[in-house]
């Protein structure tokens, strides 16, 4: 049935990460066939006025959490749900994670949730691996899933002691063997001995509620953990969930020496701030409990902005967790016990359109950069994913900038019972999606089917992060035997 669908988008303007033109968008095949003015093109075609509306790359979510159990609570979206949601909000490939117990082969782990989502997912998807423990089996198995499965990247945790917790030295391995096998390294960077610390002196104090969250990580140990994950990667290190101003600086001085290090930040740290932990509904105030934590210091938002905006920062997520009111309700009388996660799959392109494009913190280049192109480029997709161009995959979204509405969990299809930007006035907003050259959201109606998306294997050594590490490496071997 798709190699039938034909579509022409008319008369918009196309936006892509370097420039911006007016040009028509033929499709057919799932394919971008041709782009520009006066196309010839064949009859029985469904046409898409575009005027006055702008053509964008489909966004990629790279970082969400489907059907995930984590913290004695499952997220409050499965496959379908969450894909769902995604293409909603202009999102056409989300990037999921498989976090194998303690001792849990990663192979049978990402079996588990190859089987799951394949059946269900609506847009094509692909997923990143955590090493959350470290051995001779974690090692051969990356191998085993680069080269077969279709995986390029492995999430490293220095928090969650005793859970998820790389010691440095096993850190250390992990990362020299990502680099070995030409993967992508994502690291959370917080120092998991002190955050335990933190929490236990902070619950001695009497401090239960979901403040505690907020006082017992102090921005400090993002910055240590980050420096110190810079200092020991010998590869491409790409930095998740940067939420202070101080990590970020330690971002920006790596970048200024010249190492390959990359970052994404979420929807929720570039917008909110951690007064949300003082409020006095309890329910709310949890909704906001994530890690890193939102930061207290009410200008980080714009900081982070401000650094999506230069290039510190490349890639802007939504790490969707969902999880429901009573879900959180386990740590009522202890923080620790509240799941930790964020929900923001189907704002993720709307808010940050209005906080950053109408905001003035970048242009409408910059936005596609932040929301998709990047991070095809980062995980090895592009120009496939990530740009309008003749050849590409069409996942397109018809982005009305003109156009507004107000976010609200009564009318979101993403799961969990509160929004974090409940009333916020978007401007900026997605009113036809394609994804593989189908229309499957159209004006608030869906016609995807749970299941046709398709999981997308990814490449190891993209160039955008290992050219210049091959390179150098080269050149200081020359050195060397001189």
Not at 185 to 202: F, I, Q, S, Y
Not at 217 to 232: F, V
Not at 427 to 453: D, K, M, Q, W
């Amino acid at each position: 049935h798709s190699a039938m669908v034909r579509i022409l988008i008319k008369g918009g303007k196309v936006v892509n990460d370097d420039c911006t033109q007016e040009a028509d968008v033929y499709i057919e095949n799932g394919i971008i066939q041709q782009v520009g003015k006066e196309l010839m093109i064949p009859g029985g075609a469904k046409v898409i006025d575009a005027s006055g509306k702008l053509v964008l790359p489909g966004g990629i979510d790279t970082s969400v959490h489907l059907e995930e159990s984590f913290m004695n609570a499952i997220t409050a979206d499965d496959y379908y749900s969450g894909t769902k949601a995604a293409l909603a909000g202009g999102t056409t490939m989300v990037i999921g994670h498989v976090l194998p117990d303690r001792n849990e082969s990663l192979l049978e782990a990402y079996e588990k949730c190859r089987s799951s989502a394949d059946s269900k997912s609506c847009c094509d998807y692909a997923l990143h691996v955590g090493v959350t423990w470290w051995g001779p089996k974690v090692r051969a198995e990356m191998e085993k899933l680069v080269r077969e499965k279709g995986v390029n990247s492995f999430q490293m945790f220095m928090a969650y002691k005793d859970m998820f917790m790389l010691r440095d030295s096993e850190l250390f391995q992990a990362l020299q063997h990502c680099k070995d096998i030409g993967a992508i390294a994502r690291v959370h960077a917080e120092n998991g001995e002190l955050v335990a610390e933190g929490a236990k002196e902070t619950l001695d104090l009497g401090i239960s509620g979901p403040e505690g969250i907020e006082i017992s990580r102090p921005e400090e140990m993002e910055a240590e953990a980050t420096h110190r994950a810079i200092t020991i990667a010998h590869c491409p290190i790409y930095l998740v969930n940067v939420s202070s101003m101080s990590a970020g600086d330690e971002l920006a001085t790596a970048k200024m020496q010249g190492k390959v290090v990359h970052g994404e930040t979420t929807i929720a740290h570039a917008v909110l701030n951690g007064m949300q932990y003082y409020h006095q509904d309890w329910a709310y105030a949890a909704a906001h409990v994530t890690v890193p934590p939102l930061r207290l210091d009410p200008s980080t938002p714009n900081f982070l902005m401000s650094l999506l905006g230069n290039d510190t920062l490349n890639v802007l997520t939504s790490d969707h967790r969902p999880f429901t009111i009573k879900q959180r309700a386990m740590g009522k009388d202890d923080f620790t016990k509240i799941p930790h996660g964020l929900p923001g799959i189907q704002d993720r392109m709307s808010v940050i359109w209005e906080k950053g494009v109408i905001g003035g913190k970048m242009d409408e280049n910059r936005f596609v950069a932040v929301t998709s192109s990047n991070a095809a480029k980062i995980y090895n997709l592009y120009p496939r994913k990530g740009r309008i161009i003749p050849g590409a995959d069409a996942d397109i979204v018809v982005w009305d900038p003109e156009g507004s509405k107000t976010i609200s969990v009564e009318n979101q299809v993403q799961g969990g019972d509160i929004n974090l930007y409940e009333g916020l006035r978007c401007h900026g907003v997605p009113l036809v999606t394609i994804s593989r050259g189908r229309l499957v959201y159209e004006n608030g109606i869906f016609t995807c089917a749970e299941g046709s998306g398709k999981f997308c294997p990814l490449r190891t050594f993209p160039d955008y992060l290992y050219k210049k590490m091959v390179q150098r490496e080269k050149v200081s071997d020359r050195k060397c035997r001189c």
